[in-house]
């Protein structure tokens, strides 16, 4: 009877050992922070390409409304834009009345904005593309897209997303591309649409968080037509890019992307 004793503890020990094996391997497989179950990665170079040329086409017209939210205080603008697509840019406020005329012309790397109550075209220097469009909580960068997510970061998967849902990418700016923007954490919904970016300014701490929303189809393209941009440690800030209307493939004149036609009155 002593041999039997003997071997209880040993077959005990192995099925331990391989219980523990299978919790492992279980658990590895289980908590994958990339893909999980039921889920199939997309490709990020896709997602990214796709965002970069989200409203771009070869002639675009778009009619839309910016409300800036400040304590005590909201103010609302019209404007009108051309596009042609990544290299010309063209928007004119409408209203209100006092801010009618004012412009803001991109042609390659150069921006400049126009000024009617002076008459003058101030020319809006490389370092100040991630500074404030008219007094809102969008850069000239977010208004004309110099800036490309795709070639100025290097990106990385992270995983889902519950809130919003979907697949979270980090993007971490290149060590040689100038720029507010340390990082940009971007949520892409299962459709391939970006619904969320939060922004983290050099020193890594989040600034400012931009939620798109409100999707349609518009001339056989799915496109958010509401962008708003909250701030972070400025309570009671925000602003809202509305597109009123949005046209994509207009046949376009180069002329119209001048500081001759910048200063023309309107």
């Known amino acids: 009877m002593a041999t039997p004793s003997r071997r209880i503890p040993h077959t005990m020990a192995a099925m ?3 219980t523990v094996l299978l919790l492992l391997v279980g658990r590895a497989v289980c908590d994958d922070p990339i893909v999980p179950p039921g889920y199939t990665a997309p490709d990020v170079a896709q997602l990214l390409r796709g965002f970069d040329d989200l409203y771009d086409s070869p002639g675009t017209v778009a009619l839309s409304e910016i ?3 400040r304590p005590g205080k909201t103010r609302t603008m019209r404007m009108r834009s051309w596009s042609k697509g990544e290299e010309k840019a063209l928007i004119v406020i409408e209203a209100p009345v006092r801010d009618a005329g004012m412009a803001t012309l991109k042609v390659g790397n150069n921006l400049w904005n126009y000024l009617p ?5 101030i020319r809006v220097p490389p370092s100040m593309m991630m500074g404030s469009w008219m007094g809102s909580d969008m ?5 004309v897209r110099e800036s490309s997510y795709l070639d100025d970061y290097a990106a990385e998967l992270v995983g889902r997303s519950s809130d919003p849902p979907g697949w979270k990418v980090r993007l971490d700016a290149l060590p040689d591309v100038p720029g507010l923007w340390n990082r940009v954490e971007v949520v892409f919904s299962d459709n391939g649409l970006p619904a969320r970016l939060q922004f983290f300014d050099r020193k890594d701490r989040l600034s400012r968080t931009m939620v798109l929303e409100d999707v349609k189809r518009i001339g056989g393209r799915l496109v958010p037509t509401v962008m708003r941009v909250i ?5 009671g800030r925000s602003t809202e890019f509305r597109y009123l209307s949005i046209e994509f493939d207009v046949d376009l004149d ?10 023309r009155k309107r």
């Open 16 to 18: 331990l050992a391989l």
């Open 67 to 69: 409300t800036i939210v």
């Open 117 to 121: 109550k002076i008459s003058r075209v």
């Open 139 to 143: 850069t000239n960068d977010d208004l």
């Open 231 to 235: 701030p972070e440690r400025e309570e």
């Open 254 to 263: 180069d002329g119209m992307f001048s500081l001759a036609y910048l200063e």
